[in-house]
């Protein structure tokens, strides 16, 4: 996990367990909607309406067969 230098974003590598548990844990006391973003722009997702890990999973993998044609 890393904060960049303007502390506007926070970098958590991977997708297991626990990256998007470490995401989802951010997202709940935060105040604001927080965008979550592969490295891949394959998925973006607003995770403050997403409360577990197997529903980011499953709106992770909605949003990347999306975008594949």
């Not at 592969?38 to 067969?65: A, G, H, T, W």
Request: glycine share 4%.
């Amino acid at each position: 996990m890393g904060l960049s230098s303007d502390r506007e974003t926070i970098s958590i590598s991977g997708l297991g367990d626990a990256s998007l548990k470490i995401a989802l844990s951010i997202q709940k006391p935060y105040p604001q909607p927080i965008i979550a973003v592969d490295s891949d722009y394959s998925f973006e997702l607003v995770l403050d309406k997403i409360n577990s890990l197997e529903k980011l999973r499953q709106k992770i993998l909605e949003s990347s067969y999306q975008t594949v044609n």
